[in-house]
């Protein structure tokens, strides 16, 4: 008589971002998600203590871009929606900018100086892949803040602030920003362009052709990631404006509900009905992360799929 043998076939273990975490810095996962709480985010006005969906946004940033939170390479501050803002310092940009398989270099130009820094500094970012380089011009009037490294450095600041604008545009890094505009965010001082108009922008540079002599050199963006004209050069009045226009928000994004990743993300996993599921979802797009709103969209379709007995 043959014995049967029951074949059990079990479920592969999924490994959860946390522990990805843990293993690659040998720390036991709640140990460490305590350690990141009260070291990776600054909570200037003592607001309250972060949750755990805030300190996993942050991890799933740092993950993206390969940044080590333990040494300052990202930080976050809580906003004021249950969200996060993730920061960026120079030393964290510099390496995802120096990783990318299509970095080609840099260069930096200076503008005069009477003394008090240089009126501006303009970064040209190359690719491999591209013809002409990104360039970036920051003005110090613009940018310049009455923080002590501002007034002791403004050079190097005004340098960093060029060399990071540059990256952004030329590399289509979104959902990150660098202390600086972190601040401002904090302090409501300054409007977020979305990650849709930055991606628009790359993808109208990307769209043109090979160089003409009619044409300028390079790309000259400002602060608001709008294309303006290089001296003694023409640009294209009306695609200017149509990259100004980019940059605006919809129309309708005053009356959107300011919802953050995890409240967002508990109303679709609650939704009884492919109506409600549908409605929870539209939510996604007001999220200003570009992972968070990868991260929702499939977990949308999980559970929409269920709902609708697929």
Known sequence: ???V???VHAKPHRVSLLETFSKKYDLEPGKMLDTLKGTAFKNPNGGPPITNEQMMALLVVANQ???????KEIYAFPDKRGGIVPVVGVDGWTRIVNEHPQYDGCEFEYGPDEGKGPEWIQCAMYRKDRSRPTVIRELLRECRRGTEPWNTSPQRMLRHRAFIQSARLAFSFAGIYDPDEAE?????????VSNDAV???????ESRHSPDPTMPVGEVIDGDGVITEQPSR???????????????PPA???????LSFAQIAERIKAAKSTDEIDEAASLIESLPALDQKKELTALFRELRAKLAGE
């Open 252 to 258: 309708d994004s005053a009356a959107a509900p300011s």
């Open 5 to 7: 043998a029951e074949v």
């Open 199 to 205: 991606h628009e922008l790359n993808r109208r540079i």
């Open 234 to 248: 023409d640009v294209d009045a009306e695609q200017a404006a149509g990259l100004e226009q980019a940059t605006q």
């Open 1 to 3: 008589m043959s014995a």
């Open 65 to 71: 871009y390969n940044l080590n939170p333990f040494t």
């Open 184 to 192: 401002r965010i904090i302090d409501g001082d300054v409007r977020v």
